[in-house]
């Protein structure tokens, strides 16, 4: 019966194989904004979902089951939208451990917060390298730094921001989501963040080594966008030390 | 002080955004080693003032985490770590000057610079996880320096998730000690631990021992140990500099790590002798991988993890702040032989320092002809020198010292150092050997009454409380009769040795080609360092081949 009631919050905050509806949906959507209230969106309303039932342990299993699946999944990922999404999918089915009564929802729907916004990061610049190119794909777009250095500073920056990377809100988010977690689940949920790494670098690899091949050459972000960028970024700093202070004070 | 200590990250700090962000050209380094030079005055300063006796003092820059504290590992620790990026700094103005990446090159340093004194002042956990997180990604970063390399960014990457695998037992070590003491503060969880040493979780697992082991796997993986170790050899297609800061620097945050948690060993006693284990596998298997490279560069990789395990090895048996000691003398020896590499190369094709013939020196230089002292009086000077070194240096210290088996470091370190030096001058054909044999006794004598003299006062300024350097030597004790054994064993090994070397030069030629088959497939497998890294690469092909099998399968949703 706890199981039944799970499902629509399964849908949101994804479970293996409902998730594929999330990942089917980000890919099919072209436009930035909606796409970016998608990915704020979806885990909220998850998490509302999630509220109607206590989950269960064998759920929270294959809440772990599923972020390691997709984690695993996105190591031979090459396109970057399909990345932001297995890892988003990873990332939301973790919020499953973070869920028992003894924790107040508004600090884990701050942890969703985090984990979206840095998803949103490299949703944006992954935007902007597309606009130029066309395609965000790794391994078509090697040597990137040699034409478009400061794209690919902030490519590099933003999807290590995605993989909860010190200080981005998506480290405090994991911090948080393991401070709510027995030791054994614990262990499960550093070995997914231990493969999002693998998976980060792997992504990069194949657009800052080697040469640039393709023919065509662009411009380099302007001032005024890597100074927004560069805004951009210690605000998500500042918004990190927030969420740190509201889900990892006390206890 | 504690402002002192906040200053000199935010110093390194300053630096990196100035650099990253600015356009300076060439003029990148000099802005760097100015900023730099001012964070070793201030680390200096900081030095003395805890040599002087200043209390130690905690400073709080936000609610959950962000607090930097001054104690004596800390202002040690920033001094050595501050002088040797100086050097770092200074050395690379001219070394990379032609690098495309120049300015982006001393930003990362500086940022390195921060990361690492920031591990080292860290108050809380959380602050320390950042810091210990991002050291391995600003690696990552320098050692792929060179961007469009492959081969360094393949290497760079084996580091960053061995570091990154570091980082996790550490991140539920803090977990463990938060949730059960509810603060985040290391000194107050630390103190909570050895107020309750017995603690156990709900399933019995012992607290102590569980936090213990953690911290000591997250220290394997940042000192390169045994099974950890692979990446270690393969960075050397970073940048010169970078290898030295990494060698001299980096690489040796196991050891402190382990002595910012010294507490939690003390109720550990268990972990410290696995973590002696490891060392000396970590030791032994460094230093035989290193005598079979051919790549002088792998070579000192090897001699590093070597390095490295004897240091753990320290830790295992209690002696923490001679590992401190260690960690320090390493890095400076191993940051002058990275950083002398370049003029090493040039003298080599100046004088490729190939010995001549012995009929050449004898005809031509008019010099007399080499000779070998007889194996069985060699033999005897290896056993009985270095013993008899230790034990005086021992006795000077302190005749109660040889009570405290962290002894057995010394006379593992001091007697197969020693009996591998009097053991390579026999090998070696020389016009005088009782001269060489002479000065390696001296040198022997004075590195290792230097180095007991100076790890006891290192002893003194790290852990001022005679009660707990009793208790961390008392955790790590073994039963007298394994002390024994120990002895006896290296004892053995030494004239095992001798018999081998014996045997190796007076065995007929069939005997010979008899042992060429073993010592050939022996040759293979140290060659191929144990297979350890084509299995590791096996594995991750594997896992990437089945991820991208399974993506066709669900269509890529």
Known sequence: MLVLAALPAAIFLPLFPLSALFVLLFCRVADLRVRAVLVLLWPQIGLMLATLSAPSQALRVWALLTALFYAWRALSVQELDRWIAFIAVSAWSLLWMGWDTTHDLASLRLLALGFSLSLLTTMVVGSLLQRRVGVAYAGLNHGLPEVAPRLAGFLVVSVLCAVATPPFPSFFAIMGILHRSGLGMATGICTVWLIWSWTALRLLEGFITNSWKLPRRFADLDRMTSFALVLGLFVLCAMALGLSNASLAGQ | MERLVFLLIILALVSACIIGFGRFGRHAAAISIFFNTLIFGVALVLLAAKLGGAPNGVLHLNAVWGSVQFDPLAALMS??????????????????????????????????????????????????????????????????????SRSAYRYGFWTFITYRFSDLPLVLAALILHRLYGSWSIAVVLAKVTANPGMTFTSGLPVAGTVAALVALSAFGRSAQFLLHTWLPYTMDGPTPVSALMHAGIVNAGAFIINRFAPVFVAAGFVLHWVFVVGLVTAITGSLLMLAQNDIKKSLGYSTMGQMGFMIMECGVGAFSLAIFHLIAHGLFKATLFLSSGSAINQARADDGVPKSELYTFVVERRATAYRQPWQLMALITLGVPAAILLIAHWLVGAGILVEQGAIVLLFFGWITGAQLLFSIHRMDTEDPWRMVSLAIVSLVVVVLGYTFISHAFDLFLYPDVAFRRAIFSAAAISPATFDGVVVLVTLVIVAGWILAYRATHQDQDSRVRTARFWLIYYALISREFYIADLYAAASRGMLNTSRQVNLWLRWV
């Open chain 2, 79 to 148: 001094a050595v770590i501050s002088g040797i990026s100086l050097i770092v700094h200074i050395y690379s103005r001219r070394y990379m000057v032609e690098d495309p990446g120049y300015g982006r090159f001393f930003a990362l340093l500086d940022l390195m610079t921060a990361c690492l004194l920031l591990m080292v002042c860290a108050a809380d956990l959380l602050t320390m996880l950042i810091a210990w997180n991002l050291i391995g990604l600003v690696l990552f970063w320098l050692l792929d320096h060179c961007l469009p």
